[in-house]
C-alpha cells in the first residue's frame, strides 16, 4: 500500500486564515527517542490491545448485529461507537507508516461492516437502529448521535488521506449529507450536547470542498446558546450563552474544549474577529486560570467539568486524559491560524505529561483521571465501560509525526524536537528535507540537518528555555533566542549544514500562581518540559505525605537511567521529612501550639510524572511543600 | 397544655453504658445570648415559614391526598415524608417552652392526618401508597421509606415527651410493629439505604420500654456489609463492610453519621465492646481527619461523601448543613456514653459554626453546602427539592435547651455555656436548680448560680480556653481548669452562692495539620468557639483573593457591635495585601522568575463565620494566607 500523498491531520492548506500549512503524517518519520518509543508502543501494543477490546466491549459487533452479518443484541452505552471510530482513525494514521498486513485487514474489515451497517438515507449508529430507529436524533442533549458522526468522519478522512480508498469516506458523506437535510439552513436548529462534529465537518469539507459541510459546522456553532435554547440551556452542555459572547471555559471540559478546537477550524476559513475575539478569551481563561502543571484541564469530578479560575485541587483532580488531549487539539489549531509558540508550550507540556500519563509503559493501559496526587491504589485499566481515553490515545499517538512541523511560504517550522526525517515541500513547491538528530526530552541537544536549498527555518525555543543558544555549523547564529519565541534562520542552505539547537536542561523549581490555594508555598520540580513527581515507592525511608522540597535543590541530579521506566532521566537527591507526628495531633491548632516541621534529610528518587503507576499502584505526589515555610 | 415531665432529646435514664442521664428540653430555659435569639428566631419565623413551606412544597397536601381526605396527586421526591416529620419533630419540642396556639394547632393538624394517612397494617409512607402499594419495600437502597419511618417515630417521641398525647406515637409503634414482621428475626434480612431508623427505633424503645424496637435496630446495623450484600455492597450506603468491621468513615456523610449516632444508642443499652471499637476509630478518623475547622463534614460533592484523610477543599467544601447537625448528634450520644469534653468541644464548633451558617439571620433561608470560600453568588435558598436541611435546622433549635446540660449520680455538667435556668432533679431525686448569666460567645464570663445542697458542678473547660479562671464566690476554686476538660466542684452549695468562669476570649490565629493540603501556610481567626470569615464587603480596598493574614495579628481588635448582623463580636484591624497584579501572571513559573508579594496594608473586617451571607452574596474566605510565607 503506497501511502496517499497529502496526510495531514488538519489540511489548512486553502484555509485563508491559518498562517501555517501543514506537513503530512506520512512526511514525518519519527527515528528513535521517547516520542518514538511511544509511538511504535502504541502501534505494536495499544492499537492492536485496543482491536481486541472493541471486539469485548462489543463495540465492533454492534456494527455486525445492526448490518445483519451476524445475530445478537446491540449494546450500549449509546456513544459507543465513537471508541470504534476513534480507534479508527488511530490505525488508519499507523498506516501511513506501518504497511502491516494484520492492521490493514483489521482496518478492511471494520470499514467493511460500518459501510454495510449504514441506512439508505446515510443514517448511521448502532443505538438507534432496528427497534429504536424512532428514537433518532429525539435527544440531542445527551444521545451523542451527531458526536458518533462526528468521529466517524475524523476517521473516515484519515482513512481516505492515508489509504486514499473512499469508502469509508464516502459512509461519511452521506451521513453528513442527511444531516444538512435535518440541521442545514433548510433543517431545524440543531447540534450535539458534545461538540465533536464541528471539527468533524470542517475537514470533511477541506477533503471534498463541499461548503456545505463548512456551513453545517458554522450552523452547529450558532445553535448554541439561542433562545430559547436548542439543547437545555446548560453550562454543562456549553448552551448557556451564544459561542460568541462565551469568555469563561465552563462546562463537561472535553466537550468544551472540542467546541473551542471547532470554532477555531471555522476561523480558520472565515477570519470572523467575533470568533477569535471569543477564543483568545477561552484561552486564556483556559490556559492562564484553570490548566494544571501537567497540561492537564478540566478539575472537576462533577460534570467532568472545569472548575473556577484557580481551582486546581491535586489529590481530586480529574484532568480526563481526553481533555489534555482536546487541548492539544485545539492549541495545535490556534498554532496553524498564528505561529505564536505559547500554544506549542502548552501542546508539549500536555503532550510530555498528561496525555502520555494516560498510557501505561508496556501500552495496553489507560487512565482516564490522571490526578497530581495520589494515597495509593490508582491503577490503569485495560479498558472502561466510557472507553474514550483509550483510543484517543491511538489516534494522538498514531497522529504524532504529523504535529512535529509545520510550513508557511519559505519557511519550515519546527515545533516539537524528536529524532525524526521530514520530507515534503513547501508551499511554492520546492522540496525540502530535514534531519533531526536529539535526545529529546532527556538531552537538550538537538541536531537539525537541512536538505539544500533557500529557505527559512523557524525553530521553536520553548517558554522554560532559558539561555537556550543556536548554533550554524558550530557558529553562534545571528538572531537570539528567546525562550516562548520562533528563532528563524533565513540561508541558503547547503548539504552538510546543521544547526544545533541546545536548550538547557536543569532541574527548576516551578511554583504556581498564589491564587492556586492548593500549591501554596510549594513546588514541583520541572526538566525541560517534563514534570517530576515523588512516587512512595522511592522514598524507602518515610512517608510520602510529609515530604519537603529543601530550599536548596542544586545539590539533585538527573540522570539517564536506562533500566529505570523504560528509560528516563531521574531526579535523585536530598529531601526533607517533616519528623513530627502529624498522623497523632489534631487538626486544628492555635499558632502558639503549632508544631513547625523537624526535618530529617531522606534521598528521594523524582521520576517523569508521565510514567507513575507503572511500578505498582504507588501513592504519588507531583507539588512537594517548600521546607522554607514557616 | 402542660408539658410532660420528662422531655429528654435521648432518654438515657435506664441505658447501662451510658455514664450521663439527660435533662428534659422543658426543663432548660434560655433566657437570653445568641443561642436564644437563634432559639426564638427559629420559634417565631423558621417554624412558621417551614409549615408554609411544607404546604407548597406539597409535603403535607401528599398526607391529604393518601388519607382521602383531599382529592390530588401525591408527589415526591421519595424522601419527601421526612421532611414533613423533621419539622414536625422540631415543633413538637418548639411546644415545650412555646404553648403558642397556632404552633399546637399546626402540630394538631399535621399529627391528625398523618395518622388517617396510615394503612390498617402500620405502613405509612405517601410515596408507597394507592397505585404504588407493589413498589414498597422493593428498593431499600434508595426508596429512603425506613429512612422516613426513622423520623416518623423521631417526631412522635417527641411529640409524646412534651404533650403527653400518645396519637402520634401509636402510629410510630404500629408502623414500627409492621417492621418488626418484615425485619425483624422472624423477617428477611433489611435495613435502609439511608441510616437513621436505628437511632430512632432505640429512642421508641426507651420511651416504650418495648424491646423488640432495639432488637430490631441491633438488626438493621447487622445487616450492613453482609455477604451476599442485603443492600448494594457500596461504600456510599455504608454497606461495603460489617458494621463492627469499619474502620474509617467513608460514603456518604449524613448517612454515615446517622449510623454512627444509632450505633452508639445501641452502645449505651448493649455495652458491646466491639461496637465501641469501631466507633472509637470512626470518630477519631472524622474529628481528627476529616472535619472542617467550621465543624463542617463531608468533603466532596459527589456522592455527598466524606474524602480521603485530610481532604478539606475550601472552595468546593460540600459540608452539608445536615452533615454537621448529624455529627452534632452523634458527638452527643458519645458524650452521654462517657463525659469527654472532646465530644463537648466538637459539639460546640460545629453549632456555632457550620450549622448555625445553615440559617439566615432573619431565619428563612437556608444553606444546604456550607463553603469556606466563596467568590461570590452563593445565598440562601427559601426551601429546597430535597429539602433536609431547613427542617434538620428546625428540629435542631427547638431542641437546643436539651443540649445545655447532663446529670450522674450527684453532678450535674454544663456542656454549653448560655444565659439560662436549669430546673431539674438529679438521678437520686434531688432537686438542683442552676441560673446562667452569661454574654457567650461573646464573653467568656460566665455566672453560675447553684441552687442550695450538697452536689458537684462539672463545668467543661473548652479546647481552645487557654488560660481559664474558675472562681466561686470570688476566691479561686481549688481545682485546675485545664482545657479540654471538666472541671469538678463539689460543695455544699448555699443559697446566693456564685460559680464564676472565665474563659478568656482573645483572637487566635488557628493553623491546620500540615497534611491539609488547602490550608497549608494559611490561618483563621477564631475567637472563642466562634470561627471568622471575611467578606469582599468587608475589604473595601482590595480582592479578597490577594488577602493575607499578617505575621503580627495582636492589633487586631474585636468589639460587639449590636448593629451588625443582629449583633455580634467582629474583629478589625490590618491585613496585607498582595499587590502584584496576579490575574495577569502566568499559572506556572520557574522559582527564579516566581515574584513574591508585594505587601499593601489594608483595613479589613472580619465577621462570625455563620453569619455571612446576610449582606447579599458576597465573595468569602475563611483561611488566609499566611504573609509568612516566602
Redesign the interface.
Known sequence: MQPHTSTPIVQTKHSAHACLKPVGVAEVKLTGGLLEERYRTNLEASIPAGWQQLWESHTVPNFYVVSGRHPGEVKGPRYIDSDGYKWLEGASWALAHHGDDQLRQWVAEFVDVIAAAQEPDGYLNTQFMGERTSRRFTDLNHAHEIYCFGHLTQAAVAHHRVTGERNLLDVAIRYADLLYRLFGPEGRWGTCGHPEAEMALIELYRETGEKRYLELASRMIDARGRKPPVLDGSHYLLDHAPFREQREAVGHAVRALYLYAGATDLYMETGEPALMETLNALWHDV???K?Y?TGGLGA???GEAF??AY?L????AYAETCAAIAGFMWNWRMLQVQPDARYADMMELALYNGILSGLSLEGTRYFYMNPL?S?GGYERQAWFGCACCPPNIHRTLASLPGYLYSLEEGTVYVHFYASSELNTRLPNGQPVRLQVQTDYPWSGDISVRPSAGRYRLALRVPG?A?GAEVRVNGHSADAEAVPGTYLVLERDWQEGDEVQVHLPMFV???????????D?????L?RGPVVYCVEQVDVPDGNL?ELYLPADTGGLEAQYDSSLLKGVVAITGSALL?TVA?EE???????HR?EP?RWREVQVRWVPYYAWANRGASAMKV?L??A???
Chains 1, 2 share one sequence.
Not at 313 to 316: E, G
Not at 508 to 518: G, I, Y
Not at 585 to 591: E, F, G, H, I, N
Open positions: 490556559f492562564m486560570r490548566m502543571v472537576r469530578y462533577e472548575g473556577l481551582e485541587p491535586n489529590l481530586r496526587e494515597r522554560w532559558s527548576q523549581v516551578v511554583r504556581a500562581n498564589p491564587r492556586v490555594e492548593e501554596r508555598a510549594s513546588g514541583v520541572m505525605m517533616d502529624r495531633q489534631p487538626l486544628y491548632v492555635p499558632m503549632y516541621p507539588w511543600p517548600l522554607l515555610q514557616p
